[in-house]
């Protein structure tokens, strides 16, 4: 299996008695909370975790998109993604975001993922969410009801433009555009694998199967809920007559390593409850806007209605709820690889993606579990699902042939530096 | 109380099937629900019904009504609103309008002015001012609506609404019943949703001037929802208007302040 070194990047000076005095973390979070010399820092600490995790050797890293909040200071992932294409090597970069139908044209996001993917030497996975309704309908204004159509056009009209070779016109209800062609095109032909990060809404399942799409499960809502929203999709891809082949499913999972249970629990409980008593305070009224669910979402009743969102998030647990009811998975080494390889399993997932910064976590916390992680259960979990071919992972260059950056000013520095030739 | 009649009106093929309600004798009163529909036919409706025709269509999306995904933009939902008018027969009605209908019966009035004889605007939406901004009712939980919605929240209405918002609470245990209940109701804000997320604002100001119909605009002086001070916009901007303010009264003046509101009404219809 493979496994993706995931950032939120949540702001990490919310203050104490923040649930008391804001309703929630997103859309209307004053930004007089956000002190730009402290994010000046954040971004960079942030950057040099996903960068440490290239180096140890994870198979991806990875960045998402939010707006307006103290949850996740993403509002551009690909200007993160740009950021890790020319300090990272090895990794494949993994842009969960672009919430495609916000974009006016959505052209725009096929050329950014396609300079990514040209940038990194294909290393580019385009994740293509629907967003969340805070994201598109409140921060971003789109319709509730016409955002899956919308989103759904925006889809074509990007992968077609990925596609021809000749310009050609796009007379959609939301985009009307008379020339389509777009510079640059990505490495990958005829695109990057693309990921649609979702809740379990079966319209997301089918969209994915159909178009051989990873579907990547992002919830923090435990490992009770997830094995029955991934049961879902299993049973889906069978009654659709899709392979079940573990590759085509991530799952997103928030993980903590210390040397021992007992260090685990002291060293991260102040970050986690941060993450999860913070971080996900939402307010149930802006999160299930009229129309954004279909109505056999709602009737499936699988997915957050509005009114039960705290419910599921994994707000005021303790520690131990929290590791015994899956919302984390924590403690020594040896703990945290028997729950992984119990996870990967009985999800039937062939991608994890790990949530290794959480909440206020600081540098040396979070950089001791990558390292624990990488060097002690990631070896383990390696061989799993290796029977099966993973069809949803980008066919770069070969490291040999991706450009080092720097590498061209170094070869001709000598030269270029030369004294200048005085006329005789 | 008189108990109003329901049929079906199939506009066509590929276009919306409407449930009509209807009650009483006499020249025909169109009315317009607003985001809550029709839930129960009440308040000033029964007392219209004595001297008027009354027809309440429902929108598509509320009640028995289907066929939103026909009607693509607001321009769409206009004509079928003239659709509606020409299934029932109707010549000239009287139309009243109440928040979100009342935005509607104003749009169409200012779009065909010689088809509506006379018009009531009940707190309709469809005027933005920066300093009044226009409370965002898809941005909160049902129950936190009420207090925008009523004056007194002690009211019987008040009360009923708090019991149905009651549904949306954070368990499981629903009956299927209070089920199917929900899912009318999100049906029904569904559909408000598609015309006026997340402004409620569409250019109606510039259109104003072009309504010929006699047109009386209602409010409730204790309106939080949508401000009084839109009474005197449109008042301004018609050309025939006059405005009546209801006191001791929020923004549902057909529920909270009926027998005035319904007084007001007939008195108009009459020329008066």
Same mark, same amino acid.
């Given at each position: 299996m493979k496994v993706n070194w995931f950032h939120l990047m949540p702001y990490r000076w919310l203050p104490d008695d923040f649930r008391e005095r804001y309703h929630g973390v997103w859309v209307d979070l004053p930004n007089a909370l956000y002190d730009p010399e402290r994010g000046h820092t954040l971004y960079n600490e942030y950057l040099d975790m996903l960068e440490y995790a290239d180096q140890l050797g994870f198979d991806a890293v990875g960045v998402n998109e939010h707006h307006q909040n103290g949850y996740g200071m993403m509002p551009s992932p690909n200007l993160m993604a740009a950021a890790l294409a020319r300090r990272t090597s090895k990794a494949m970069i993994l842009v969960l975001g672009n919430s495609i139908a916000l974009y006016n044209p959505p052209t725009r996001v096929a050329e950014e993922l396609a300079m990514l993917d040209v940038i990194s030497g294909g290393r580019l996975i385009a994740g293509f969410p629907v967003g969340t309704p805070m994201d598109t309908n409140y921060c971003y204004g789109e319709n509730p009801v016409t955002l899956r159509d919308k989103y759904r056009e925006a889809h074509d009209l990007i992968i077609k433009a990925w596609r021809?070779?000749?310009?050609?016109?796009?007379?959609?209800?939301?985009?009307?555009?008379?020339?389509?062609?777009?510079?640059?095109?990505?490495?990958?032909?005829?695109?990057?694998?693309?990921?649609?990060?979702?809740?379990?809404?079966?319209? %997301?399942?089918?969209?994915?199967?159909?178009? @051989?799409?990873? *579907?990547?499960?992002?919830? +923090?809502?435990? *490992?009770?809920?997830?094995?029955?929203?991934?049961?879902?999709?299993?049973?889906?891809?069978?009654?659709?007559?899709?392979?079940?082949?573990? *590759?085509?499913? =991530?799952?997103?999972?928030?993980?903590?390593?210390?040397? =021992?249970?007992?260090?685990?629990?002291?060293?991260?409980?102040?970050?986690?409850?941060? +993450? +999860?008593?913070?971080?996900?305070?939402?307010?149930?009224?802006? =999160?299930?806007?009229?129309?954004?669910? %279909?109505?056999?979402?709602?009737?499936? @009743?699988?997915?957050?209605?509005?009114?039960?969102?705290?419910?599921?998030?994994? %707000?005021?647990?303790?520690?131990?709820?929290?590791?015994?009811?899956?919302?984390?998975?924590?403690?020594?080494?040896? %703990?945290?690889?028997?729950?992984?390889?119990?996870?990967?399993?009985?999800?039937?997932?062939?991608?994890? @993606?790990?949530?290794?910064?959480?909440g206020s976590a600081p540098m040396e916390l979070t950089n001791r579990s990558t390292y624990l992680f990488a060097t002690k259960v990631l070896p383990h979990l390696r061989p799993i699902w290796s029977e099966w071919e993973d069809h949803w992972w980008p066919k770069a260059l070969p490291e040999d042939k991706r450009e080092k950056p720097g590498g061209h000013n170094a070869a001709v520095q000598s030269r270029a530096e030369r004294p200048t030739e005085e006329p005789l | 109380m008189t108990t109003p009649q329901s049929r079906t009106l199939n506009l066509g093929d590929g276009r919306p099937v409407i449930e009509v309600l209807e009650a009483g004798e006499g020249a025909p009163l169109l009315f317009l629900h607003g985001a809550g529909g029709i839930v129960a036919w009440e308040g000033m409706l029964p007392l219209l019904s004595s001297k008027y025709h009354v027809y309440a269509p429902l929108a598509p999306g509320f009640g028995a009504s289907t066929g939103l995904e026909c009607l693509e933009d607001q321009f769409d939902l206009f004509m079928h609103g003239f659709?509606?008018?020409?299934?029932?027969?109707?010549?000239?009605?009287?139309?009243?309008?109440?928040?979100?209908?009342?935005?509607?019966?104003?749009?169409?009035?200012?779009?065909?002015?010689?088809?509506?004889?006379?018009?009531?605007?009940l707190a309709p939406v469809g005027l933005w001012r920066d300093e009044a901004p226009v409370v965002d009712i898809f941005g909160m939980l049902p129950g936190e609506l009420i207090p925008y919605l009523f004056h007194d929240q002690s009211c019987f209405a008040a009360q009923r609404m708090m019991m149905l918002t009651m549904l949306f609470n954070d368990k499981d245990d629903r009956t299927q019943e209070q089920v199917e209940i929900l899912l009318t109701m999100s049906r029904g804000f569904r559909t408000v949703a598609k015309f006026l997320f997340p402004v409620p604002e569409n250019g109606l100001e510039r259109r104003l001037w072009r309504i010929e119909a006699p047109t009386l605009i209602v409010w409730g002086e204790q309106d939080r929802l949508v401000s009084p001070i839109y009474a005197d916009i449109f008042r301004e901007k018609i050309v025939n208007a006059e405005v009546i303010r209801v006191p001791e009264t929020g923004h549902l003046i057909g529920l909270e302040s009926p027998a005035p509101l319904a007084e007001a009404l007939l008195r108009w219809g009459q020329g008066q």
């Open positions: 021809e070779r000749e310009p050609f016109a796009w007379n959609g209800k939301y985009a009307k555009l008379r020339y389509v062609n777009v510079w640059p095109q990505p490495i990958q032909k005829p695109h990057p694998p693309i990921w649609v990060p979702g809740l379990s809404s079966i319209e %997301t399942w089918d969209f994915c199967a159909e178009r @051989g799409y990873n *579907y990547s499960n992002l919830s +923090f809502s435990g *490992y009770k809920r997830a094995q029955k929203m991934l049961d879902g999709y299993w049973e889906r891809m069978a009654k659709l007559g899709k392979e079940a082949n573990p *590759y085509s499913c =991530t799952f997103f999972q928030q993980i903590c390593v210390s040397d =021992t249970d007992e260090a685990c629990e002291r060293e991260w409980w102040p970050h986690v409850d941060y +993450f +999860f008593n913070r971080c996900l305070h939402l307010y149930p009224g802006m =999160t299930a806007p009229p129309g954004y669910m %279909t109505e056999a979402s709602i009737r499936a @009743g699988i997915v957050a209605q509005a009114g039960n969102t705290s419910m599921n998030l994994g %707000t005021n647990k303790s520690w131990k709820e929290l590791v015994e009811g899956g919302y984390i998975i924590a403690g020594s080494p040896a %703990t945290v690889r028997q729950r992984c390889e119990e996870l990967a399993r009985s999800l039937r997932c062939g991608h994890l @993606g790990l949530g290794m910064h959480i | 659709d509606v008018i020409e299934a029932l027969g109707l010549e000239r009605p009287y139309v009243i309008g109440e928040s979100f209908g009342g935005w509607m019966a104003a749009e169409m009035a200012a779009l065909r002015p010689k088809e509506i004889g006379r018009l009531a605007l």
